[in-house]
């Protein structure tokens, strides 16, 4: 029985009563209660991971999981950000707004699942369209700029992936014929070798454009820190994060195939370095541009795009373990960045408003006088992007930056020194952010409860890293062998 | 066979010519004009492309194309130039003659890179894609070279007709008609957006609950 369709199915389905019926409050207990079924679902898929289209393979499923996971708490503190912010929108636009969170958990779910590269384009292309959408919810005319940006370059980047997707197709024809079989990952990949190689390398150039739009990879990364910053907070932050990870690991996917047939002299170009390259131009324009952002929803919206540089940087190291180190990456910073928004969106209400521009760094400043719950949750996802021990993130960076200097010593030095830059620019903040005298007219608040959440996300976050499952390490290492 | 090929060049040939008119075309009523002519070309290319092949599913392609991009949305395009009163002729970021020397450029471009990683397998396709992928890339040229937001749309239509034009000239591809629906809706909400993003311009407020309110009163 095809269990993998169960999550994505529920999410969909909730889709029209969430857009037509109730009040912001109800919609948000509710949207919570679909998320928790999802997440719910995702972890029943594991014994069922379906057939033919929605064929979901180890690593969609764990990152499915994951994806269920922050969709659920980010569904629970939207529970109190919708109380605090339920006066600024219509009614007509909160319905709208949970409608698209569980779009777009739906979508991104579909992507991870797919086994049909068609089909991956088109949740990656729903996601784009949700998305837009919910930036664009506010009316400001800064949201709609930043809704506009986002369309065009998403738009341009949903384009180029399409025709990625048919040259694949083209260059799977001499191996696997016309039909569906021509368009399936498992397929594929025992094809590879005797795919058309110059065709499946122009394939690859578009896809990685494509898909690397979505993933923000510099220098296509413009529309992310816009949009991060001007939509309403949980959604577009926490839950578009998620879709971040679909177009990488599509990235990871068809640098697989490229790969394969480069292995076997089907003619094929080398993904490793055009990944490479992608990634560290990402990690230092994140590093030069963290010090000059003062809004922190655009600072963090930097920090993405740092890590997907990473997480990139990783699978053009290739290897299992470079590629084992980049998958646990993007968990680590799937779990550590949505903890991360929360914390911040309830620092944010500390102070007052969580309307868009209420987040710049002078603004929250000090806010262990004011918290020192929240401030504790914050300061700790911040420390832990900066991937200095004992965040979990130094686990991962640790194994790719060992690896690199195993595979590719000359790569290690620039990766070293971004990542340095990236650290110390975060660093730079997080001081201040804490420690500094609060804005006058604040006083301290008490803490809300859904603040525990986030200490739950980086506890498990570090768990994962230092003390991983047996099961978990076994399921990851196998899909790194398979796509090395 | 040989009918097949010529008459699938040509009408390739004509959605090429289209899209590098639109290049050098600066009134928004003409851009509309030529990418309906693209889009009634691209139609008619999807049904001979059914027929040649014997794909149902290319068929209902051609329909969709024909209905909704041929038909529908030219007519609402150009019910918003005339509404907020667009006539005039748009901005270009850098002079017409130059983005055509650019376009020619991708032209070549789009062939040099297509035509010798495509040897012998399957010619129809492989020209087709030639054709298909300079439609695409002088799409998203049009979309670099233009200010406002309608003449960017028209752009980035003309891609995606590049890119259906493709997807059409694959042998036995599953999904071409699902894929133009999804393209399709994309650029639903780019128009739709577009008529909103004007509307607010038109009552210079901030917010549309003004014209919620407007329309109370009105009642």
Redesign the interface.
Known sequence: MNLALLPVALAGLSVPFLGLLGTPQQGAVANAAVSFGVFVLTLVAFWGPGAGLLHADELGLVFGAATGFAGFTTAVANIFYVRGAAARL?GRRWRLYHAMCQIITGATLAGLYADNI?LL??SM??A??AA??AV?LP???SA?EA??KY??LG??G??LA??GT?LV??AA??ALG???AA?SFAQLAGAAPRM?G??L??AFVFLLFGYGTKAALAPLHGWLPDAYAEGPAPLTTSLSGLTLNVALLAILRFSHLLGANHASHGGAMAPGPFLILLGLVSIFLTGFSLSRRRDSRRFFGFSSIEHSGVAVFAFGIGGPVAIFGGLLHLLLHTLIKSALFQALIRAAALRGSTAPGHYAFSHLRGLVHTNKVTALALGGCIFALTGLPPSGLFASEFIIVSQTIQREPLASLPLGLGLLICAVAILRNLGPLMFSPAPHHTRPVKTARSTYLVLVHLGLAFGLAFAMPPVLYGLLSAVAAGLS | MSLTFSLAHLMGGVILLAAFSLLSQRRLAAMITLYQVQALVLSAAAFWQGYAQGEANLYLTGLITLIIKALILPLSLREIVLRFNLMRAVETAMPVAVSMVLGVALIGVAVL??L???PG??SL?RED?AI??SV?LLG?LM?TTRRG?LA?IIG?LS??NG?VL??IG??????VA??SV??L??LA??VV?VFL?RI?EHFDS????GLEQIERRGR
């Open positions: 219509g068609g384009w088109a292309e729903a784009t369209i837009t959408l664009s009316r400001t005319a709609l809704a506009w369309f065009i738009g341009v949903i384009a399409l025709f048919m197709y083209l024809q001499p016309p039909g569906l368009m058309d110059t065709l390398t122009l | 890179v297509v010798p990683t495509t397998n399957i396709t894609l298909a992928l695409v998203l979309m937001a960017q980035f891609t995606e890119l493709a997807a694959m042998p036995g591809m599953p999904f699902e894929f999804a393209l809706v994309l909400f780019l957006g993003f607010r901030l917010d549309l609950s």
